[in-house]
């Protein structure tokens, strides 16, 4: 497990994945700002919500490439023979995307905040919020992978299937902003229900796609 959560970092930061999750991530947060115009008191207010919802999306960028590639070289059926519980190949699937995408975000966090105009006190709690939030958003990734796994637009397809589900998350993240102790609270609930949740239904599919 420890090996396969490595072997997916590594693939990750070597393609090129972490520096397109910042961009990305950056892109929306300078791009924002246009869309409203130039009030610094609106842009503060709001910019909590927008670092979520770019955080969301960057999360699901790289989804064609967390279950598909190794679906189709044989990895996963040589786990499953091997008596691996395709639940924790998901699960070690779950780690590593957190680990490739979350810290490289975290750090973005800190130019967009910059560039939104987000006070101090308001970076920390977005910063502690991802931490708490980042790991559900992995987990649905993952899950959303394996069940769009072998379809023809996978990517198209895993967006309509995950930003639905990833809604609660979303609200209880920007709410938490501003919702103290009882805000951060209900995101590590939501978000630790799909980093418990997630493994089983992407490991069921996975199993489906090769009966």
């Known amino acids: 497990m420890i090996a396969l959560i490595r072997r ?3 693939r ?8 397109l999750v910042v961009i990305f991530f950056l892109l929306v947060a300078t791009l924002f700002p246009f869309a409203i115009g130039p009030d610094a008191a609106l842009l503060a207010r709001v910019g909590g919500g927008v670092i979520w919802a770019a ?3 960057a999360a699901l960028l790289p989804v ?12 996963i059926d040589q ?8 639940a924790l190949v998901t699960g ?12 490289p975000l975290m750090a973005a966090t800190v130019i967009a905040a910059g560039l939104l105009g987000l006070s101090g006190e308001t970076l920390v ?37 995950m930003l639905p589900l990833a809604i609660p998350l979303l609200i209880f993240g920007a709410g938490a902003i501003g919702g103290g102790a009882g805000g951060l609270k209900l995101l590590a ?22 009966d």
């Open 55 to 57: 955080a969301l999306l």
């Open 79 to 86: 786990l499953a023979v091997r008596g691996m519980p395709l």
């Open 125 to 161: 709690a977005v910063e502690i919020g991802l931490l708490l939030g980042t790991p559900g958003l992995a987990a649905l990734a993952v899950a959303t992978a394996a069940l769009t796994a072998g379809l023809r637009g996978a990517g198209a397809v895993a967006g309509l299937v």
């Open 189 to 210: 609930a939501v978000s630790l229900l799909l980093v418990a949740g997630a493994p089983f239904v992407a490991g069921a599919a996975l199993r489906a796609g090769m």
């Open 92 to 103: 070690a699937k779950t780690v590593a995307h957190w680990l490739a995408f979350a810290p």
């Open 64 to 75: 064609e490439r967390l279950i598909a590639p190794d679906l189709e070289a044989g990895v």
């Open 12 to 19: 990750f930061y070597a393609g090129g994945g972490a520096t």
């Open 8 to 10: 997916d970092v590594r």
